[in-house]
T-cell receptor
Framework: GEDVEQSLFLSVREGDSSVINCTYTDSSSTYLYWYKQEPGAGLQLLTYIFSNMDMKQDQRLTVLLNKKDKHLSLRIADTQTGDSAIYFCAEINNAGNMLTFGGGTRLMVKP | DVKVTQSSRYLVKRTGEKVFLECVQDMDHENMFWYRQDPGLGLRLIYFSYDVKMKEKGDIPEGYSVSREKKERFSLILESASTNQTSMYLC?????????????FGPGTRLLVL
């Protein structure tokens, strides 16, 4: 079955860039997603990328997709304390109705 | 703004009790989902529903059932709660079936089974 993996924890200093990595196994995934979960809240969609794209940029967020290696990354430029949260990557199945989530990466931003 | 609400933020139940978790969305979405979230495991899909009275098993349906009698409401039922069902439960809804459509999540219900 599908498997999505992420490292558990990342710590950066305020103002630095953060890079959160994700690997997935379903090569037929059409869309890949990044969600953010702030403490005590549900998940919020940050961005998504279509599988025929290599890169997508949205303000401070850059998503890179290496389809050959099945590797997805999320780069946050000029990381702020408000970016502290858990970040989940997810892939969608072919039918477009089920997401498979990674375990989440907890990002801690130190002032 | 889409709003997904869950009936309780925190719930404490005893082993063997029947537990109902309620989820309501106000945007007329066809699709609704129940996940459980455990540290290091991410979100795992329990059940989803793509229409009233329709349901599909997710990855971990054992020990759970669901009910969708009205479009806006999707209930998760633990027939006989067990300690290994202590978890955070997240409900989500989504409008259609295009890949770009995001799932909107509720704030979660943290369930403790003693």
């Amino acid at each position: 079955g599908e498997d999505v993996e992420q490292s558990l924890f990342l710590s950066v200093r305020e103002g630095d860039s953060s890079v959160i990595n994700c690997t997935y196994t379903d090569s037929s995934s059409t869309y890949l997603y990044w969600y953010k979960q702030e403490p005590g809240a549900g998940l919020q969609l940050l961005t998504y990328i279509f599988s025929n794209m290599d890169m997508k940029q949205d303000q401070r967020l850059t998503v890179l997709l290496n389809k050959k290696d099945k590797h997805l990354s999320l780069r946050i430029a000029d990381t702020q304390t408000g970016d502290s949260a858990i970040y989940f990557c997810a892939e969608i199945n072919n039918a477009g109705n089920m997401l498979t989530f990674g375990g989440g990466t907890r990002l801690m931003v130190k002032p | 703004d889409v709003k997904v609400t869950q009936s309780s933020r925190y719930l404490v139940k005893r082993t063997g009790e029947k537990v109902f978790l309620e989820c309501v969305q106000d945007m007329d979405h066809e699709n609704m989902f129940w996940y459980r979230q455990d540290p290091g495991l991410g979100l795992r899909l329990i059940y989803f529903s793509y229409d009233v009275k329709m349901k599909e098993k997710g990855d971990i349906p054992e020990g759970y059932s669901v009910s969708r009698e009205k479009k806006e409401r999707f209930s998760l039922i633990l027939e006989s709660a067990s300690t290994n069902q202590t978890s955070m439960y997240l409900c989500a809804s989504r409008a259609g079936t295009t890949f770009q459509e995001t799932q909107y999540f509720g704030p979660g219900t943290r369930l403790l089974v003693l």
